[in-house]
Structures are given as C-alpha cells and as structure tokens.
C-alpha cells in the first residue's frame, strides 16, 4: 500500500539489549512526533469534502466561542 504525503522511512534498530517492546514505544513516539498517527486515524475511512467542510467550521465556532468568553470573563 502507498501512501500519500510519506516522504521516507523510518528505521528502528535494537540497541544491545533493549526490548522489542521498548522499540516499538520508540517507533510510536517518533510516528506520533511526525503527525503520522493522527493521519492514519483520519484517513481511515472516506470523508466528503462537505463534511469536511462541515467539521472545520464547527471546531472555528467551538474555538470562536470559547475565546469569546475568555474575553468577556476577563
């Protein structure tokens, strides 16, 4: 399967004596630090664009109204 928007590879390599455990924590922070989690998660399955559309504009809203108040709290 190919990816769109991947641009290399990542390599984990056991140090002497370390667990495949602890390498594969190694390999999901580094994948997390590169966004490639959240991506995966989001493409998961097929999106419309208007739904798309539709979710970007109620998380503006959310963080629109929440500034708001900040402003009138303070």
Excluded: F, H, T
Excluded at 13 to 37: N, Q
């Amino acid at each position: 399967m190919v990816w769109k928007g991947v641009k290399s590879v990542i390599l984990i390599r056991l140090k002497k004596g370390e667990s495949v455990e602890r390498a594969l924590k190694r390999l999901k922070k580094i994948m997390d630090k590169e966004g490639l989690i959240k991506q995966l998660r989001n493409n998961r399955y097929y999106e419309k664009p208007c739904e798309k559309a539709r979710k970007k504009s109620a998380r503006a809203r959310i963080r629109n109204n929440s500034r708001r108040l900040m402003r009138e709290m303070a």
